[in-house]
């Protein structure tokens, strides 16, 4: 038994003894020499060590993977893939919960048939007969596992006539080839090397070469450092499997041998001894803890300890990720070779981020999620269209994918039909894009390349939403030829860029092992073959066909153990991230897992704290951590509470003031940053504006709503009638006010025209209305209840009005030029009665509050305007009318009705008030200034980002521009 300490390269290591052990006058020594690493990328690095000279024969490297290999299971039946093992089971989970609901609900059945193979794999793993499971003795506890057993007893059926799984063949070939050892052992050396023998096989496996007359196994991360009396400790302790070197201890006992019997595989010194010293004192098993004051090093060794490490506690994430990236940039820079490590796969997204602003590409030894290649998200985004209506933002996320029309010359034009009719979208207000919409939008651009583009576009869409419950080969097949047809564009043939390049034949392997197995898949909902797809997807990794730098690595905590660099960075140390959170278990609670023999969540803390001390062992390190995430604030991983408290605890030996200035170089780098962002060329805040136009570019025509805006925001009337700039709708339509508004116009404007004022006809208009107009059942529930809530005063007040008056007039347009300035102002209203002596009324409604009678008196004259225009011959059926009433039926939660004064001031009055302010905007010294008198407005204005407000506020001087 061999072992290196924490902190050294464990490649140069590794080779470094192989040489020493080989003799020279035997060339044949390498390659008669197998040596079992525990990841290919170690396989990879040994390999590439090799290469670098000097010149000789390579040793067998393989792979703990590979030890399955040696010896081939000629009477075992084929081994049934993962993913049709999982459908098998997804199915019979399926029919149970048909039988009996109250199971769980028919979409967790993927879910559970996924967690089910791998307790049934992890058992097998582990040398346990599935059998056990179902007979533990569990009478004290709840119907919970009475209802689990339901599962067990279904899948063990399955699992016995299935045969071994492949956990299960690894375990017995290994066997076999063991007991070939007991008779006849290998002549030539064998080692194993880099792994902690976490899993049963392995630590099985381990045990036995370990035993061999030429067979070695070679432990990664050993704290040669920790005395007997806390191995005893730890021994006996019994439940110290989240201790670091609990797997060493495991493996000891195994081959009853003692820590003075593991040896030094080389004669190496640790890039950092006194750290290692430190961290083996720091993470001590609990019931030893007092060891921290009697073995204390003195003042010098903690310094020397704490020298090379740098403590960041950054205030969010995203500042964690951009001290990361900048200090790897500086190491880069220096000539060093830098590593983040990391289980925290969202941090290192955001370091390679970071890193890509100055050109740096990682390599990464995760690659990139394959579900977030284009391929990956082209698929995710049509098969999450089946059995649902498609949205206008669904429609433009899928027609600007960046494979969608990817055919032969057909990108540019498919583009910009799809601008053509985003802003078509926008303009109209559609949240559910359908057929006849698509077709309304080609009538209306009438090109014959928009015909055939809505003609390919409805062809590849139009069946989507009606696909509800099907089996997985035909969702498969209907989602491969709908993307395809979607990349090939209009008139084409193929399928574009899809399955190009790495990510694309990835996907494209992924959909055909999908189709293969799909027989075994049975039938699901759309939701389920969405969420299964994901989950596959999710699975892949795609490796960057961009050459990375050599000098800046992303690994995982698995790659680091047998790997170091000049810098490592060990990134998010929270608790649930590292160590992650233990995986929610649906069948088997602790205890079971325990009496069964089954791995424990504290294994898995254990192999974490190991990986934390492994890496922590290097010449430089850097412990970084968020002190908030996106919700909350975060806690500090055990082993840097730990670390801190030691330090903070041993006054005599300058603990406290080594924390300080590992704190410290983490918040000079911190401080870096901050200068970074604010290194960015300075913007002065803008003057708040009031451009003074020429007179002859001023409008000439407003609308009476507009009015209004003219008194209060001024500039928003520049923008719209003098830039003629259109506020763009938002592309997802929401039920909003304005959208409420207008439908309740349209109801009663139709409920009136019936001239029947029963509450069957009210209710007749509503049911036909609503449906088209606000295509969301649950709105249109609530709309509906606000008008059945205000009908009863709605129909008795309007009794009463239309005995005063008969309603003749909706929606009338009308207009009046001001002779002087040869200024027309425009109305549109809502509605006019008249009554048998000729008086006219006007009345406006109003789904929200009406205006209160001061702000009609100085900001809102719209009622008193169109009385004015009304009574200057604005609605030429009417003439010159005379106006007996203006008045506003408001439909809110409490409805009312609200006249205008038309006395006081009297219309006259009102319109030469109107007179002199149109006659004032026509003199070249008056701006439009913004937000001239904005009262209690609690949105942002249409143009308020174009006036830049918020550089500026209302109190600000006005910036008075001619233009010219």
């Given amino acids: 038994m061999f072992a290196l300490p924490p902190g050294v390269d464990f490649t140069q290591s590794l080779l470094a003894g192989l040489r020493t052990r080989w003799p020279d006058s035997d060339p044949l020594a390498p390659p008669k020499t197998e040596i079992y690493l525990n990841t ?69 059945a993927f879910d559970l048939a996924e967690s089910l193979v791998s307790l049934f794999d992890e058992a ?24 689990a057993q339901q599962f067990l007893s279904l899948v063990m059926s399955y699992f016995e006539s299935s045969g071994p799984g492949n956990e299960a063949r690894k375990r017995t070939a290994a066997l076999s080839l063991i007991n070939m050892w007991q008779v006849s052992p290998p002549e030539t050396p064998m080692i194993v090397a880099g792994s902690t023998g976490s899993r049963g096989t392995t630590h099985f496996i381990m045990d036995a070469v370990a035993r061999l007359p030429q067979g070695a196994v070679i432990l990664p991360g050993f704290d040669f450092d920790m005395p007997a009396s806390a191995w ?25 041998i003692s820590r003075d019997e593991i040896l030094p ?20 098993p609990a019931p030893v803890t007092d060891q921290w004051h009697n073995e204390a090093a003195d003042s010098t060794d903690i310094q020397a300890a704490c020298a090379g490490v740098t403590l960041l506690e950054a205030p969010d994430s995203r500042s964690e990720a951009g001290a990361i990236a900048l200090g790897m940039r500086a190491a880069l820079e220096n000539g060093k070779t830098t590593a983040l490590v990391t289980p925290d796969r969202q941090l290192s997204r955001r370091v390679a981020m970071a890193l890509s602003r100055w050109g740096i590409e990682p390599d990464d030894s995760a690659g990139r999620p394959l579900h977030l290649s284009a391929p990956g998200r082209l698929l995710r985004q049509v098969a999450a269209l089946f059995g649902n209506q498609m949205e206008a933002s669904d429609l433009l996320a899928l027609l600007k994918h960046p494979l969608v029309a990817t055919g032969p010359d057909v990108r540019g034009q498919h583009l910009l039909h799809t601008r053509e009719l985003e802003l078509w979208i926008r303009r109209k207000g559609m949240p559910f894009p359908n057929a006849d919409d698509l077709m309304i939008w080609q009538e209306h651009v009438k090109t014959d390349a928009s015909k055939t583009w809505v003609n390919w576009l409805l062809g590849c869409l139009r069946s989507l939403g009606e696909v509800m419950e099907a089996d997985i080969g035909h969702f498969t097949k209907h989602l491969v030829t709908t993307c395809e047809a979607l990349c090939a564009g209009p008139e084409q043939v193929g399928s574009g860029e899809l399955w190009e390049n790495i990510a694309g034949h990835e996907a494209k392997r992924v959909m055909d092992d999908l189709l293969e197995v799909s027989d075994a898949g049975g039938t699901h909902s759309p939701r389920e073959f969405t969420a299964l797809l994901l989950s596959l997807l999710q699975d892949g990794e795609l490796r960057n066909a961009i050459v990375p730098n050599p000098n800046v690595m992303i690994w995982g905590t698995l790659e680091a153990r047998v790997q170091t660099a000049d810098l490592v960075i060990l990134g998010s140390l929270n608790e649930g991230v590292w160590p992650g959170q233990p995986t929610p278990d649906p069948w088997l609670n602790r205890n079971m897992r325990r ?34 995430d996106a919700s909350a604030e975060t806690v500090p991983s055990r082993w840097v509470n730990r670390l801190v408290n030691l330090l903070s605890g041993l006054q005599e030996q300058n603990g406290p003031n080594a924390l300080k200035e590992m704190v410290s170089r983490g918040q000079n780098w911190l401080d870096l940053l901050k200068k970074w962002d604010r290194a960015l060329p300075e913007v002065s805040p803008a003057s708040r504006p009031s451009p003074r136009p020429p007179i002859d570019q001023r409008p000439k025509e407003l609308p009476v709503t507009a009015i209004q805006t003219l008194i209060r925001d001024p500039y928003a009337i520049y923008a719209r009638y003098i830039l003629r700039l259109r506020a763009l709708r938002p592309l997802q339509q929401s039920p909003d006010a304005p959208l409420r508004g207008t439908i309740v116009h349209d109801i009663l404007d139709a409920f009136i025209k019936e001239n029947d004022l029963s509450e069957e006809t009210f209710l007749w208009v509503i049911d036909e209305k609503l449906p088209t107009a606000a295509p969301w059942p649950a709105v249109q529930r609530m709309w509906r209840a606000k008008l059945l809530r205000v009908s009863s005063w709605l129909l008795e007040t309007e009794a009463v009005r239309q005995t005063h008056a008969t309603p003749i007039l909706f929606e009338e347009k009308g207009s009046v030029t001001l002779a002087q300035t040869e200024f027309n102002l425009t109305c549109r209203t809502d509605r006019i009665d008249q009554s048998s002596d000729g008086q006219v009324r006007i009345y406006d409604y109003k789904t929200g509050a009406p205006p209160s009678k001061d702000q009609q008196k100085h900001f809102d004259k719209q009622l008193p305007l169109q009385a004015a225009m009304a009574e200057r011959g604005a609605f030429k059926t009417l003439g010159n009318a005379h106006i007996s009433q ?4 408001g439909l809110g939660s409490s409805p009312v009705f609200m006249t205008a004064s038309l006395e006081d001031p009297t219309t006259d009055e009102v319109w030469d008030q109107f007179c002199q302010l149109i006659e004032s905007w026509m003199q070249p010294e008056r701006g439009y200034l913004s937000r001239r008198a904005i009262e209690g407005q609690r949105f942002d204005g249409d143009y308020d980002h174009l006036a830049r407000y918020g550089e500026w506020d209302t109190t600000a001087t006005p910036q008075e521009d001619d233009l010219i």
Avoid: C
């Avoid at 203006?886 to 039926?889: K, L, P």
């Fill in 40 to 108: 290919r990328r170690s396989a990879r690095k040994l390999r590439d060590a090799f290469d670098q000279g000097p010149a000789g024969l390579l040793p067998r490297i393989k792979t703990l993977d590979e030890f399955a290999t040696e010896v081939p299971l000629s009477d075992a039946p084929p081994l049934i893939s993962s993913l049709r093992k999982r459908l098998e089971i997804a199915q019979l989970v399926q029919a149970m919960i048909a039988r009996s609901p109250d199971l769980a609900p028919q979409s967790a």
């Fill in 124 to 147: 097998e793993g582990e040398g346990i007969n599935p059998a056990n499971i179902l007979a533990l003795d569990l009478s004290d506890q709840s119907g919970h596992w009475a209802r």
């Fill in 232 to 256: 005893k400790a730890l021994e006996k302790e019994g439940s110290g499997e989240d201790h670091p070197q609990y797997r060493a201890l495991t493996l000891m006992q195994s081959l009853d």
């Fill in 265 to 284: 595989w080389v004669d190496i010194s640790a890039p950092a001894p006194a750290r290692n010293r430190l961290l083996s004192l720091a993470l001590r």
């Fill in 595 to 628: 009496e069964l023999g089954l791995l424990l969540p504290e294994r898995r803390t254990g192999l974490a704290a190991h990986d934390f001390q492994q890496a922590a062992g290097a010449q430089e390190v850097w412990i970084t951590r968020s002190i908030r």
């Fill in 886 to 889: 203006a008045a506003y039926i």
